[in-house]
């Protein structure tokens, strides 16, 4: 292997462009933990990474000429510097993720172990699916609407491609599907619901042992390990969160180089229209909060952190450890709501990727083929969304089998394939997407403990 090969295909290094890159990307860091050692706040240290990734994006597309996806492969330097990226970004995502299992499992038994203090838990569970399926059907009203309006699809051309629809389950085979027969294979392929119902077992069985004098040091134990454990997750959950504005800056930069701003030039109208539906939904949002009682403005500066992130990672689950922590001591929830609530809205009741893009696609292929979009055409396609955000739970590319499901509810299954456009520039509409998803979790949150009277005002007005 010559050292040419070795640079290029084994270290990424062989461009100077890329040496350079990297230079400018140290910088970036440097200057951001000057900033940290100044005290400047998290969100402006959150909100400059998120402009210096933009700036590296922008920067060096313009460099490149403004490649489309498929040519972005062809240049070496933009490869390398994608994997560099790549390495700092995701990196920070695994290490989010990896936090994502245990701090479920002990956070949920810890508060099963501790339910006594006031807690309903039939209230809880109704109240938070409530606000999480109400605010999806709100998303895809919404979705409908801007897509109408704007005529999504009625420029667009014939058939392209050849793409199949994933198939779908029944909503029975759904539900079964959702009980954790093999408990360690639900952690892998990260279904929460099922996971949660492991932990309720857990939980509940550790309650009614503590009941029972004889294992009464037994409980002790067990109560005392599952504190540890939540305690030492916490910790590390914080420790990890320190490095959130350096990963923002090469995640926002990698998303940009990736796909390239010929794709997204292609289908500006759906970018905007999504983008404009995720301003709607924060809006929607920021209203049930006022109309709980609660200033919206308190709920938006505390939130920034959460939505940033959620942003620019695209990935609800990852953002998860930081939502929870949030709405428990930034936004006064208690620990059971914030944790029931948001561990279920990671993957139940998506605003965005169940509600207003299943929804723009419906029309966006009613108007392709020419079926017109009548009441019950809408209709149908609300109560669809609403329950395909029930059938996605803890499936891998949520936002496409959202919209297959979607296609096959209202008989556009066998129309998949035009969606093709759209799905190259999927991971630029997956972040208004995800945003939505996690502001819309945190909502419900909020909204269901305060209709359950145990929010804590004095921290969320702090």
């Known amino acids: 292997m010559n050292d040419k090969v070795f640079l290029n295909s084994f270290l990424a290094l062989s461009e100077p462009i890329t040496w350079a890159t990297l230079g400018i990307l140290a910088v970036c860091f440097y200057l951001l933990w000057i900033l940290q050692k100044k005290n400047f706040s998290f969100s402006i240290r959150m909100l400059i990474g998120l402009f210096m990734g933009l700036g590296f994006g922008i920067g060096l597309q313009s460099i490149a000429g403004y490649p489309s996806s498929d040519q972005i492969h062809h240049i070496a330097w933009l490869v390398e510097i994608k994997v560099w990226f790549g390495l700092f970004g995701k990196a920070f995502v695994g290490f989010i993720k990896m936090l994502v299992i245990p701090i479920i499992l002990f956070s949920m038994i810890r508060i099963i172990l501790r339910i006594d203090n006031g807690i309903n838990l039939r209230a809880l569970l109704s109240r938070s699916i409530f606000w999480l399926l109400f605010t999806t059907a709100i998303a895809a009203s919404v979705g409908i609407i801007l897509a109408l309006n704007f005529g ?36 892998s392929r990260d279904n929460i619901i099922g996971i949660v119902i492991l932990t309720f077992f857990i939980g509940f069985g550790a309650r009614a042992i503590a009941k029972k004098k004889e294992f009464e040091k037994i409980s002790k134990t067990f109560d005392d390990l599952i504190e540890a454990g939540y305690q030492i997750v916490m910790i590390m959950t914080l420790f990890v969160i320190r490095f959130m504005p350096y990963a923002v800056i090469c995640l926002m930069g990698g998303t940009l180089i990736s796909n390239g701003f010929g794709a997204i030039k292609d289908a500006m109208l759906f970018v905007g229209l999504v983008y404009l539906a995720m301003l709607i939904m924060f809006g929607v949002h920021l209203l049930l909060i006022m109309f709980h009682g609660l200033n919206p403005w308190t709920y938006f500066r505390k939130t920034l952190d959460v939505l940033l992130l959620a942003f620019t990672s695209r990935s609800s689950m990852a953002v998860l450890p930081l939502t929870i922590s949030t709405l428990s001591n930034k936004l006064g929830v208690n620990a059971g709501t914030a944790n029931f609530t948001a561990s279920l809205g990671s993957t139940v009741g998506l605003n965005g990727c169940a509600g207003y893009f ?3 696609t419906a029309v966006f292929i009613a108007n392709i083929v020419g079926v017109p979009v009548d009441v019950s055409f809408v209709v149908m396609v609300v109560v669809v969304a609403v329950l395909g955000s029930l059938g996605i739970a803890g499936i891998p590319g949520v936002a496409t089998m959202a919209t297959s499901i979607m296609l096959t509810g209202i008989g556009f299954g066998e129309y998949f394939g035009l969606l093709a456009i759209v799905l190259a520039i999927d991971p630029i509409l997956d972040m208004a997407r995800t945003l939505s998803n996690v502001s819309g979790a945190m909502t419900s949150a909020v909204c269901a403990d305060k209709e359950l009277g145990t929010l804590d005002k004095k921290i969320y007005n702090h």
């Open 152 to 187: 999504l699809g009625e420029n667009s051309g014939a058939y392209i491609g050849d793409k199949q629809i994933r198939e779908v389950k029944t909503f029975v085979d759904v539900l079964l599907g959702l009980i954790p027969s093999n408990p360690v294979g639900a952690m």
């Open 358 to 360: 299943p929804a723009m």
